[in-house]
């Protein structure tokens, strides 16, 4: 690993050089980058190739009947990512999601037990580009969430247009996800029986912006509803922490100032999705690509924040809980950093 990872530093350095993948390398590096491109295939294709399956046989063939029902399913189906979603444990517990996580390697470090008797809002910092240890961890059984944290059932939470787009809705759901309306998340997080969580990535779209290598930049000092909804679910909230989130994907330059910059938060402000342009490796070479670099992602989840139930909590209560959260996620980052990070960056908030 310590090889294939050096090539991939040293790549980004030599401008105009492709440096090509041995052709020693082991068949289980090679299975896990292929889990790698099954992982991103369905994001990549699936929201346009839903709609195009479903014009084409409405269309162009003889078999219009399939889109219709599956049309029908859709306005039937739409509130299903608001009340809890619709997993398939099977799904979770491919072995392909074993080598995705292998391929960085992910890891999952728990610090503190989670009672099951409890609902959870567990908090993962920092966004990246894709959030990819909360979707391994917490989307799949690719680090054994479930046994790690026995008796819980956590849901990962996506925007809700997601779940507009045909059969990339279904995909999603089946991994567990659910959508981030305010609406879901109290009705995960209200359930009395408890056994409950949920996974929000509080920065957004906008934090995605920040996200080079090297860096700890989170967007997080005016996001309170997470509070507020925890207030109102009695819920109790988990800082997440990932160290190497951002370490996976490069991204065009856009400082502060620059025109790309400009153009995002135009666009973002506009859209809600921030037009991040990220690079990586390729299939058979480490220069350029989509794909993710073979970064470690250590995901370290802190230890539980009590919050009192309170369904119209004043504005003093959730600044104060606001605090006390960033207090503590600090401190996780902090205590870790040595550990997982090997490096003196800063924690930025913003």
Request: charged letters at 20%; proline letters at 5%.
């Amino acid at each position: 690993m310590a090889k294939e990872n050096s090539k991939q530093n040293s790549s980004t350095a030599k401008k105009g050089v492709i440096e090509f993948a041995p052709l020693d390398i082991p068949w289980s590096r090679r299975l896990e980058t292929f889990a790698v491109l099954i992982w991103f295939f369905p994001f990549c294709v699936f929201p346009s190739f839903g709609l195009f399956v479903l014009i084409y046989l409405l269309y162009c063939t003889n078999y219009g009947w399939i889109s219709l029902v599956y049309i029908i399913w859709l306005i039937y189906d739409r509130n299903t990512c608001t009340e809890g979603g619709r997993r398939f444990e099977f799904v979770r517990r491919l072995k392909v999601w074993k080598r995705l996580s292998d391929y960085f390697p992910i890891r999952l470090i728990k610090t503190s037990e989670l009672d099951p008797s409890k609902n959870y809002l567990l908090v993962y910092h920092p966004h990246g580009i894709l959030s990819l240890g909360a979707l391994v961890n917490f989307g799949t059984e690719g680090t054994n969430v479930s046994d790690v944290f026995q008796g819980l059932k956590i849901s990962f939470l996506t925007l809700r247009a997601n779940f507009n787009v045909p059969l990339f809705r279904e995909y999603i759901m089946a991994l567990g996800g659910c959508s981030v309306d305010k609406g879901s998340m109290v009705h995960i997080l209200s359930r009395r029986s408890g056994g409950n969580g949920a996974i929000l990535v509080a920065g957004g779209a906008r934090e995605a912006l920040y996200s080079q290598p090297n860096t700890q930049i989170l967007y997080l000092k005016n996001r309170k509803g997470f509070v507020k909804v925890a207030i109102q679910t009695g819920a109790s909230l988990v800082p997440v922490f990932a160290f190497g989130e951002t370490d996976i994907f490069l991204q065009v330059d856009n400082t502060e100032g620059s025109m790309l910059r400009k153009f995002q938060k135009k666009f973002l402000s506009i859209t809600g999705v921030a037009p991040v342009l990220p690079f990586g490796r390729g299939i058979f070479q480490y220069t350029f690509g989509l794909l993710p670099l073979r970064k470690p992602i250590t995901t370290v989840v802190g230890a539980p924040i009590s919050v009192e139930k309170k369904l119209e909590p004043s504005q003093e209560e959730i600044d104060s809980l606001h605090e006390k959260y960033i207090d503590a996620l600090t401190k996780l980052f902090y205590t870790h950093r040595e550990k997982y990070d090997n490096s003196d960056v800063e924690l930025t908030i913003l």
